[in-house]
């Protein structure tokens, strides 16, 4: 996190709370001696005396030391629980640690010589533990704090006896959590109390405690015992960057001069006063926000954040409409100046808004603020691939669908960055595909597999979101596990990695196998067995939302097919990686499994596969996973399809399951109807909405990153850009352009890009050139008849 310099004398002055600017993380990234994977480091963990560890609390760190002369490089090993921010004389390097469990705790490695000086040098560190309050995803031993040099130069700054302490006292400890997410409390920070300038070399430190001793780093699995089995970082650092707000939408009692928000025209707001303004960034963001205020000595600043404004009756309506609404009251911040001047508060967490709304109330002092902005923050996704076509209504799709992915990704995968954070194994795998088409990026896919796989319960199966304090268990997700790991095996050449999970696929496809009762599909099942948001008839037997019938009383041809599909991956992989034994196995248990859920649950009358054998449900989506399984011939396959379409007394999908529906309209040959499915994602963006919904309206969530499907069937349908061959080694392209004149793409492969241009030539011809990279071949597929591909340049005219 390094401060900009071109803010000026206000951005530098660090009598300020915390500024940040991580433009220039990814280069700082370093590479651990492996002394420290494999043996116990020299640092102790260090934290505060005298109090609890396990309850809520800021903490600062310290430690001075001096150099004769700038070294050639500085590297240290650095981590912390709850969280921390580390500086090197006064500037912002670098935060963590990246999520993950106690058994599997990560440490960052950083070279910060580029921030040291020849003289007196200080490292110093906020860490925080929430407490009871903390984000569901943060699991947490407690308090602590520790850095390892890398060499024996470094150990100068090792944590230890010789660093200082201080409690923060400015943080006042929140009293509930919020009611409406799990990511954590907003801060209420009292500027009255806070130590100013603690992290430069010249604070006066005298009154700091030495820190408590919790003992040494442990390296994950080298010792019988740990606090923290630690390993490294394995994703690069977030993106950061300065973002202003756009607009003010509305004030009370007071007027904002049109030069405020690009930081030239101050805020005066007399004493006595109470104010609002707010702000609309125009766009969903995730941020730091930062506001810069001076005097005002007992006032009180509220910042409030939304996805959206919200009427009488709570309902969001268009996005873009402010009249008649006001801010929901689901969370904000709280910051009590002390009348000092330039005075900067930003939250120790990234917040998520389009709306961003101050409340103010001055006492005897008039209040300044001198400015407000944000700096964006994400996984650095770069946007490698690109898409475009006559239909300029897909460029509005692609860029809001971007948009959600990018939010919906930071050191994991999360469902929503408004309410949860979380990362669920039904959206990443959505999430994950996206990655790899729009940003030829894995490093992300990798450690949710991994943390999914660390996350495995004796029992089976992995639990559902991963990393979390509070666990819970989606048996359905366990299966897209499975399904994610066979995504990783065909899009990337890694047989060592996909080898690492295949006990894990035999333990969830055992519990399942557990479950089959004498019918010959599964029974009844424990846990939540989430399928979609769809709701109607599904919950006649008021299981828990979303869920189908027979999750209760038994037989669910959904979730049994579900399984089936699974059974179906592995069969691929076990085949290859040599256990034949097992595939077959696993072959002849999902063709006893079709055959039951077909003769149970088949409806000849409607032409439909019903829910249960009680035929009194049907939907589209267990006549989807038909489809997929395989369970009818292939013209039966097409019939059925089409049913599903047009009959709308079925049961609908919602956003998340329509991308099963889409891998089904593919499956049978109709991907060239694609186009009539985005209908919801357009009026998604005619709603106001820059980001994707969870699902329709009325939607809780306005960003969830499954709804950025498109991104990945973009390449995956229209231009039919596929993997022919496990690890990616060949690709068939088979574009499905539907009623589209053009499209160009240019797709991401780690052999380099695969570009098409390619437009409709009299009614079912088609001309254009395909590139592929050298070192990649392949087929292109039109309307029947092939051309073989190899890397180059080749002219396509059917």
């Not at 923060?168 to 990511?183: D, F, K, L, Q």
């Not at 630690?230 to 960057?241: G, S, T, W």
Request: glycine share 8%.
């Amino acid at each position: 996190m390094i401060k900009a310099n071109t803010f000026g004398i206000v951005f530098t002055f660090l009598g300020l709370i915390y500024g940040l600017n991580l433009t220039a993380q990814k280069s700082q990234q370093a590479v651990p001696s492996i002394q420290w994977l494999n043996h116990k480091w020299n640092a102790q963990w260090i934290s505060y005396p005298d109090v609890s560890l396990k309850e809520y609390g800021v903490f600062n760190f310290r430690k001075t030391f001096n150099l004769s002369k700038n070294p050639d490089e500085f590297i240290i090993n650095v981590s912390g629980d709850n969280r921390y921010r580390l500086f090197v004389n006064g500037i912002e390097v670098c935060n963590g640690p990246a999520r993950g469990d106690l058994a599997n705790w990560r440490f960052e490695t950083i070279n910060i010589v580029g921030y040291l000086k020849p003289g007196k040098n200080v490292l110093a560190a906020v860490v925080w533990n929430f407490g009871e309050f903390k984000h569901i995803a943060q699991v947490s031993f407690k308090t602590a704090f520790i850095i390892q040099g890398n060499s024996s130069a470094e150990e100068i700054v090792n944590t230890g006896n010789n660093w200082k302490v201080y409690k923060n006292e400015a943080y006042i400890p929140p009293v509930v959590r919020p009611s409406h997410t799990t990511i954590g409390p907003g801060e209420n920070v009292q500027a009255s109390k806070y130590p100013y300038g603690w992290e430069l070399a010249d604070f006066n430190d005298d009154e700091w405690k030495i820190p408590k001793l919790l003992g040494k780093g442990i390296p994950r699995g080298k010792f019988t015992f740990w606090d923290w089995g630690l390993v490294p970082r394995n994703i690069p650092f977030m993106e950061n960057k300065f973002q202003r707000i756009k607009e003010v939408e509305q004030t009370e009692n007071i007027t904002v001069g049109k030069n405020f928000l690009k930081g030239k025209s101050p805020i005066n707001i007399p004493a006595n006063s109470k104010v609002k303004i707010l702000f609309d960034q125009t766009f969903l963001t995730t941020a730091y926000p930062e506001i810069i205020v001076s005097d005002g000595k007992a006032s009180t600043i509220k910042i409030s954040y939304a996805e959206a404004l919200v009427d009488e009756n709570g309902i969001k309506g268009n996005r873009n409409q402010v009249e008649g609404k006001i801010m929901p009251a689901y969370y904000s911040d709280i910051f009590k100046p002390d009348g000092s001047k330039n005075r900067r508060f930003q939250t120790l967490w990234f917040r998520t808004y389009r709306y961003l709304e101050l409340t103010v109330e001055t006492k005897n002092e008039a209040l300044v603020i001198e400015d407000i902005y944000g700096y964006f923050t994400a996984y650095p996704f770069e946007e490698k691939a690109s898409f475009k076509s006559n239909d300029t209504a897909l460029k509005s799709i692609w860029d809001v669908g971007w948009r959600t992915a990018r939010l919906c990704a930071g050191e994991t995968y999360y469902d929503c960055p408004y309410y949860e954070q979380l990362q669920y194994v039904g959206d990443t795998r959505i999430q994950a595909l996206i990655s790899l088409y729009v940003a030829g990026d894995d490093q992300l896919m990798r450690n949710a597999i991994e943390q999914f796989h660390n996350s495995l319960l004796p029992m089976g199966l992995t639990q559902s979101r991963y990393p979390s304090n509070e666990p819970q268990v989606i048996p359905t997700f366990s299966l897209l596990w499975i399904e994610m790991v066979h995504d990783f095996w065909m899009h990337r050449d890694d047989s060592v990695f996909v080898k690492k999970y295949l006990n894990g696929i035999r333990n969830v496809l055992n519990w399942y196998q557990q479950q089959i009762d004498e019918t010959g599909m599964l029974g009844s099942m424990d846990w939540w067995n989430f399928v979609d948001w769809s709701f109607g008839s599904w919950d006649s037997e008021k299981p828990i939302g979303g869920t189908p019938p027979g999750v209760i009383n038994g037989n669910s041809s959904i979730i049994t097919l579900q399984y089936v599909h699974a059974l179906q991956m592995a069969v691929e992989m076990f085949e290859v990686f040599g256990d034949k034994h097992q595939a077959q196995e696993y072959r002849q248990l999902s063709k006893s499994l079709i055959s039951s859920s077909y003769n149970l649950c088949w409806d000849d009358k409607r032409g439909l596969l019903s829910d249960t054998p009680e035929k009194t449900s049907f939907s589209q989506h267990a006549n989807i996973q038909a489809i997929l399984t395989g369970m009818l011939k292939p013209q039966g396959n097409k019939i059925l399809f089409e049913k599903i379409l047009r009959d709308e007394n079925i049961i609908q999908t919602t956003f998340y399951f329509k991308f099963y529906l889409i891998q089904a309209m593919a499956e049978v040959g109709l991907a060239d109807n694609y186009l009539s499915i985005l209908k919801p994602w357009t009026e998604m963006i005619n709603m106001g909405l820059t980001t994707f919904a969870e699902t329709p309206e009325p939607t809780r969530s306005d960003c969830h990153a499954w709804s950025a499907s498109p991104n990945y069937h973009f390449f995956s349908i229209i231009c039919g850009i596929n993997p022919m061959s496990a690890g990616f080694k060949t690709v068939i392209i088979e574009p499905h352009m539907g009623k589209l004149e053009y499209i160009e793409a240019k797709m991401p492969h780690f052999k380099g890009d695969i570009i098409l241009k390619l437009k409709r030539k009299n009614k079912n011809g088609i001309e254009g050139i395909i590139i592929l990279p050298e070192g990649l071949s392949g087929k292109f597929v039109w309307n029947g008849k092939e051309n073989l591909l190899t890397g180059g340049l080749h002219k396509i005219n059917f």
